[in-house]
């Protein structure tokens, strides 16, 4: 009888690339490279998905780059089949869209040029952004850090960074 799949092994066998909508064409890209070539988003605003790339880069440097808004919104269009963290913690696929754009919509609303990211961070921890509306800030800041790390350090070449030999039971056939 086969294990249950946890995250984890899903993770590794698995692969975050897909189809991405670049310049009017849909190219098969890993969510680094989609972020690189200007990806058109299907599912959240480009403003949503700077948003988060903000918030997910100030938890983890380099999750912008990796492609954070892209993997968020290649995920997103994968319904039940979606790799996001708020999967595994309970939450419903079809809720998570809702959940992805009132955390972008609340960093869009709370946030402006002169606002200090870490600040930012420290308040959404504590949950006492006065106007924050939607999931808690704390959860979101959760769910968020955990996606930043899967798209960073979730692959033979993340794991290399952190000088960790990649050691995985199953080798994903591709990268994210």
Not at 43 to 69: F, I, N, Y
Request: proline share 7%.
């Amino acid at each position: 009888m086969p294990a249950p799949l946890s995250r984890r092994h899903l993770l590794a066998r698995g692969t975050a690339a897909g189809f991405f909508v670049v310049a009017g064409q849909c190219l098969w890209l890993t969510p680094r490279e989609a972020e690189a070539r200007v990806f058109e988003p299907q599912v959240l605003s480009p403003e949503q998905c700077k948003a988060l790339s903000m918030l997910g880069d100030a938890l983890v440097p380099g999750a912008a780059a990796a492609g954070l808004a892209a993997y968020i919104d290649l995920q997103l269009q994968a319904g039940d089949e979606s790799l996001l963290i708020g999967k595994y913690l309970g939450v419903d696929t079809s809720a998570q869209t809702e959940f992805y754009r009132a955390a972008a919509d609340n960093v869009m609303s709370l946030t402006d040029e002169n606002t200090s990211v870490q600040t930012f961070v420290t308040s959404m921890a504590t949950d006492s952004l006065s106007g924050w509306a939607g999931p808690p800030a704390s959860y979101v800041l959760f769910v968020l850090r955990a996606d930043a790390l899967d798209v960073t350090y979730g692959t033979p070449e993340g794991f290399e960074k952190l000088g960790i030999p990649y050691m995985a039971q199953i080798k994903p056939d591709k990268p994210w």
